[in-house]
C-alpha cells in the first residue's frame, strides 16, 4: 500500500514535470526562440534522407491504396475533366477576343507584372506530416536561393509561403493553414482586405470591414489577388482565388468567402518567388 | 528473464521513434482515409503507457511528441503534451487492467487515438489555432480506427523496445 502510494506520488511528480516542460517549449516557440528553429532546420535535414527511403520504398503501396481509396473520387475528376476538355474547346474561339479585353483591363487595374522577380521551380516531395499541419515540403532550399518568408505559387495562383529552409529542402505553409494571412484586393472594385486560411479544401476568409450599404461591394465571381501594400512579403496582383459568397459577420461588417484558385490538395511543382524578404 | 539496461531501452525506444517517425511522415500521408491518415507517434506514445506504465510511459511519450513536433510547423511542444498526458491515463488504466484479451490493447490504442487528437484539438484552440469544429470529431473517429489497424504491429514494438512490465504475463484478460 505504501510503496504504491509512493508509486503515484512519484508519477504525479513526472507528469506535471512534463506539462511544465510542454509548456515551456510552447512559450519559447511563441516568443520564435531561435533555437527552436535551428532545432526544426537541423531534425529537417537530418531526418531528410530517412523520410525519402520511407517514401520510396512505399511508393507502389500508396499508389495501389489511392487507387481503392480514391476511386470514386477519380472517376468523378475524370469526368469533370472530361466536362472541361469540351466546354474550353468550345471557349477557343473567344480567346482571342478575351485576351484582347486582359490586354484593355490591365492597366486600369494597375496589375504589377511578376515575370521580373527571379524564381526557383522545386518539386513537393511531401504533403501534410500530420492531421493538424497544413505544409509541404519542396526539394530546394537555400542551396537554390530560397529564404524564409518567400512567396510560393502555381500556374493556377499563390499556394503559400515558405516557412522552414534547409540547404536542400524547404517547408510551406499553405495558404489553407489557419495561421496564414495575406493582404488582398478584390477585383475590379479594389476593396482590400485580409484573407486567413481555414483548414483543408476550406475556402478563404476575407475581412474588408466594408458594410452592406459600402459602395462598390464584391460580387460573387469576382477576382482576389495579393495586394502587394508596403511591407508586404506577397507582391501585388498574384492570384489568390475567386469570390463565392458575402456572409455578414457579428457585427456590421462584410465577410468574403474565397475559393482558392490553386489547388493545395494536389501539387506537383510549385514556383518561390525568390524575392527579398521585407524586414517587419 | 533479466529486464534490459536502462541504455538498451534507450537505444531501441530510439530506435523505434525514428522508424515510426519515417513511416510517418513518408508512408502515412499516402495511405489516408477519407484525407485522414493515421498518427503513429501518437500510437507509440499510448504502447508506452501500456508497456510501462503512467511514469515510464508519460516520459517515452513525452521524447516522441519533441521528436514529432521538431519535423512539423504546428506549435513546438503541443504533441509532446498531449502524449505525455495519454500515456499517462492509458498508463494509470494499466494498474487495473494487466495482460488481456488482444482485443484489449487493441480497444485502448483506438480509444486512446481518438481521445489523443481531440485532446490535440482542445489544447490547439487554447494556444490560438481554432482546431474545435465538427472535422475534428470525424478526423479523431478515423484516427482511432486506422491506429486501431497499426496497433498489432506498433504495440509490439514499443514493447520491446520499452522492456514492458509483465511482458511475459499470459495473454488472457486478467482484472485486479
Redesign the interface.
Known amino acids: 500500500m505504501a510503496l504504491s502510494r509512493r ?1 503515484g506520488g ?2 504525479r511528480l ?2 506535471a514535470l ?2 511544465l ?6 512559450t ?3 516568443r520564435d526562440a531561435a533555437v ?1 528553429q535551428s ?2 532546420r537541423g ?2 535535414t537530418v ?1 531528410s534522407p ?6 520510396t520504398v ?2 507502389p ?3 495501389a ?2 487507387g481503392i ?1 480514391d476511386y470514386g473520387d477519380v472517376e468523378d475528376e475524370n469526368a469533370e475533366l472530361r466536362r472541361q476538355v469540351e466546354e474550353l474547346q468550345g471557349q477557343a474561339v473567344l480567346e482571342e477576343e478575351a485576351a484582347q479585353q486582359l490586354g484593355e483591363l490591365l492597366p486600369q487595374l494597375d496589375i504589377e507584372w511578376i515575370g521580373d522577380i527571379p524564381t526557383a521551380t522545386a518539386r513537393v516531395i ?8 497544413h ?1 509541404i515540403d519542396l526539394d530546394k532550399g537555400s542551396g537554390a536561393g530560397i529564404e524564409v518568408g518567400m512567396p510560393v505559387v502555381n500556374g493556377a495562383g499563390l499556394v503559400g509561403q515558405v ?2 529552409v534547409a540547404e536542400d529542402r524547404s ?1 510551406v ?1 499553405l495558404l489553407t493553414d ?2 496564414f494571412q495575406v493582404g488582398v484586393k478584390v477585383l475590379p472594385g479594389g476593396a482590400t482586405g485580409t484573407a486567413r486560411g481555414q ?3 476550406e475556402d478563404l476568409l476575407v475581412d474588408t470591414g466594408l458594410e452592406d450599404d459600402s459602395e462598390g461591394l464584391p460580387r460573387t465571381g469576382d477576382a482576389v489577388t495579393t495586394s502587394g501594400l508596403e511591407l508586404s512579403a506577397f507582391p501585388g496582383s498574384i492570384p489568390v482565388g475567386t469570390v463565392a459568397d458575402l456572409r455578414e459577420t457579428g457585427g456590421l461588417t462584410l465577410e468574403l468567402v474565397v475559393r482558392p484558385q490553386a489547388d493545395t ?1 494536389k501539387l506537383s511543382f510549385v514556383t518561390v518567388l525568390l524575392r527579398p524578404v521585407p524586414d517587419p | 528473464m533479466t529486464p534490459p539496461t536502462p541504455l538498451r531501452v534507450a537505444l531501441r525506444t530510439s530506435l523505434v521513434v525514428i522508424v515510426v517517425l519515417a513511416i510517418q511522415l513518408g508512408i502515412a500521408p499516402g495511405l489516408s482515409l477519407f484525407d485522414v491518415q493515421a498518427e503513429l507517434p501518437l500510437l507509440v506514445a499510448i504502447g508506452a503507457g501500456i508497456s510501462t506504465g503512467p511514469d515510464r510511459g508519460a516520459i517515452i511519450a513525452f521524447g516522441t511528441g519533441i521528436a514529432y513536433d521538431l519535423l512539423l510547423q504546428t506549435p513546438f511542444g503541443l504533441s509532446a503534451l498531449t502524449y505525455a498526458l495519454v500515456a499517462y491515463a492509458v498508463g494509470g488504466m494499466q494498474d487495473s487492467v494487466l495482460r488481456a484479451a488482444w482485443w484489449i490493447p487493441v480497444t485502448t490504442a483506438s480509444i486512446a487515438s481518438s481521445v489523443g487528437v481531440i485532446l490535440y484539438g482542445v489544447f490547439g484552440t487554447v494556444l490560438g489555432e481554432d482546431l474545435i469544429n465538427l472535422d475534428l470529431l470525424r478526423i479523431a473517429a478515423i484516427v482511432g480506427l486506422l491506429n486501431a489497424l497499426a496497433s498489432p504491429l506498433v504495440l509490439p514494438a514499443v514493447g520491446w523496445a520499452a522492456g514492458g512490465r509483465g511482458r511475459s504475463m499470459p495473454m488472457r484478460a486478467v482484472y485486479r
Not at chain 1, 530517412?50 to 517514401?55: D, F, N
Not at chain 1, 511531401?126 to 499541419?133: D, V
Open positions: 508509486t512519484r508519477s513526472t507528469i512534463l506539462v516542460s510542454s509548456l515551456t517549449l510552447l519559447l516557440d511563441f527552436v532545432a526544426r531534425a529537417a531526418f530517412l523520410r525519402g527511403a520511407a517514401e512505399s511508393a503501396f500508396t499508389t491504396w489511392r481509396a511531401a504533403g501534410n506530416p500530420s492531421n493538424f499541419s505544409t516557412v522552414l517547408t505553409q489557419p495561421d483548414g483543408h479544401g490538395e
